[in-house]
């Protein structure tokens, strides 16, 4: 989100940013940086709202996102949830709701609601956001939804316990806004079966537009990380655990790197629900005397900047060293899906545990240079990055100020 709003206060715009995410990231090096943008106001959900309504809005949001059924309390949860009903409920979110959209537009004639994008298995109570969306509306102002990630999959069953290929419900929640904003078709894909082709839109990705990583460059904090000479540097970053990885392999894989005196490997938890999965507190990988477990302090653009190759088990930061020539190792056959890069370059896909052996060996005998096949580079950024085109920060603004003034 921070691109699209960092070119919206270049245009000449302002913008309330509210944060609702459990952490409030104070600190965060881009959190920093639209603090010091003039015409930025970035604030907590609890530190607007009076103790007692924001205490109100986390219970209903607790009672109505789908982790809180997984948890400890589902007994507790399901008994609150009977007894404030969604007439009761309904009652606090208008209240918040006029209380917000009063604090950013009472004095405008014009103007848009920006989420990011809203599924009914999100952290984020999706009836909330119904009534918001509403609320917002009939006072005359946009509603739309933009992308907080890209799409590293190409294939559909790819989490536990998905076992039919349909159309994903989850996604309908998707149909309130004016406009659905994503990266690129294969994106797209998810949303069309329940959006029409007025409200669907492919703008390409905020985050990795050439745009925006020059800009990064200015931004980033200075790395933590030592550059070591002399030795092959690879990076492999996880997914979270709710996504199908093939563990016992990918220990047989990180134990045979290990075997490689001119190998280090870093290996560096998903940002969001990393701890969940037991992989790098395992004693056999945390043992292993060239393999070094990143904290979740660490940006993950700092070991793409630190490594030589990226293995990636499907996530979207493999695509900062796409951008940057770095060899990708798409490790496709570690997890359940069929992931984005190796679908547009098949050079990139590691299909057993030979072809890591030999594609590692090719590296500390001939380096890493010349790896992709460049036309398939050049069509995965054109169609995925950057589709329809390149400007894409520019297309982002002049689609919010066209909702914001119809």
């Known amino acids: 989100m921070t691109p699209v709003i960092a070119k919206w206060i270049e245009t000449g715009h302002i913008c309330d940013v509210v944060m609702i995410s459990k952490k409030r990231f104070d600190g965060d090096y881009r959190i920093e940086y639209l603090k010091s943008l003039q015409g930025v106001r970035l604030a907590h959900l609890r530190d607007l709202l009076p103790g007692f309504d924001f205490f109100m809005w986390r219970l209903q949001t607790l009672l109505l996102v789908r982790s809180s059924y997984r948890s400890f309390f589902r007994p507790l949860v399901t008994l609150l949830t009977a007894a404030h009903r969604q007439e009761k ?18 004095d405008l004639n014009n103007g848009v609601v920006v989420f990011d994008w809203i599924e009914r298995n999100s952290e984020t109570a999706v009836e909330w956001v119904d009534v918001f969306v509403n609320l917002a509306r009939n006072q005359g102002l946009g509603v739309v939804s933009l992308p907080h990630g890209d799409s590293p999959h190409a294939s559909q069953l790819i989490r536990h316990g998905e076992w039919v290929l349909k159309p994903d419900t989850s996604f309908s929640a998707a149909g309130m806004f004016d406009r659905v904003v994503v990266p690129n078709a294969l994106c797209a894909i998810r949303f069309r079966p329940f959006l029409d082709d007025r409200k669907l839109v492919v703008l390409g990705s905020p985050r990795y537009c050439e745009e925006w990583l020059t800009k990064l460059k200015s931004l980033l904090p200075e790395s933590p990380l030592q550059p ?103 490790a496709d056959y570690l997890h359940a899906g069929r992931s984005a890069a190796a679908q547009y370059m098949p050079e990139t896909e590691l299909r057993c545990r030979d072809d890591v052996y030999e594609r590692v060996c090719q590296f500390l005998q001939n380096g890493c240079e010349n790896y992709y096949i460049e036309e398939n580079r050049q069509k995965f950024i054109t169609e995925m990055l950057e589709s329809p085109r390149k400007d894409g920060l520019r297309h982002y603004v002049e689609l919010l100020e066209a909702l914001a003034s119809k």
């Not at 655990?241 to 490689?260: G, H, K």
């Not at 992989?279 to 477990?293: D, E, P």
């Open 89 to 106: 409920r309904k009652k606090v979110w208008e209240k918040i709701s006029r209380y917000l959209l009063k604090r950013s537009f009472t």
């Open 228 to 330: 070591s000479k002399g030795r092959l540097k690879i990076v492999l970053f996880l997914r979270k655990a709710n996504f199908t990885t093939f563990w016992e392999e990918l220990s047989e894989v990180v134990q045979m790197l290990s075997t490689f005196e001119e190998i280090e490997l870093a290996i560096k938890p998903h940002t969001r629900g990393g701890w969940k999965q037991s992989f790098t507190k395992s004693a056999a990988i945390q043992g292993l005397r060239n393999v070094k477990i990143i904290e979740f302090d660490v940006h993950s653009i700092h070991l793409i900047h630190w490594a030589d190759v990226v293995i990636d088990l499907a996530t979207s930061i493999a695509y900062e060293a796409i951008r940057a020539k770095k060899p990708l190792l798409a």
